[in-house]
């Protein structure tokens, strides 16, 4: 998790009180697949990043498919978890509805 820290402390991202959401955002999609996140140390490397990615269709192409399946994958957990709850809490007032 050592190449995402830069983002959590850098001075390049304020996202204000939910600098923490976003960076285990980052995190978790890292974890997905490394080509979903790229870090940078400073912006000497940020403009030889963008000139990279930029200069480069395939590269630009593979990152951005990278992103697109990590944050899919993401938004997935997230709507299942919400569903198992849901599912949950209705199993939950049935039986309390019965048991009444």
Same mark, same amino acid.
């Given at each position: ?9 850098? #001075?390049?991202?304020? %996202? ?9 955002? =980052? ?5 997905? *697949?490394?080509? %979903? ?5 400073? #912006?000497? #490397?940020?403009?030889?990043? =963008?000139? #990279?990615?930029?200069?480069? !269709? ?7 498919? %990278?992103?697109?399946? !990590? ?8 709507? *299942?978890?919400?569903?198992? =709850? ?9 039986? *309390?509805? =019965?048991?009444?």
């Amino acid at each position: 998790m050592g190449v995402i820290r830069a983002v959590q402390d850098s #001075e390049l991202w304020h %996202a204000g009180p939910h600098v923490g959401h976003f960076y285990h955002m =980052l995190v978790e999609m890292w974890q997905i *697949n490394p080509l %979903a996140v790229k870090q940078v140390s400073g #912006e000497f #490397e940020l403009l030889q990043t =963008l000139k #990279e990615l930029l200069g480069d !269709a395939s590269t630009l192409g593979a990152r951005q498919r %990278a992103a697109k399946d !990590a944050f899919s994958i993401m938004s997935d957990g997230v709507v *299942n978890r919400v569903w198992d =709850l849901v599912c949950r809490l209705g199993i939950d007032s049935q039986t *309390n509805t =019965l048991s009444s």
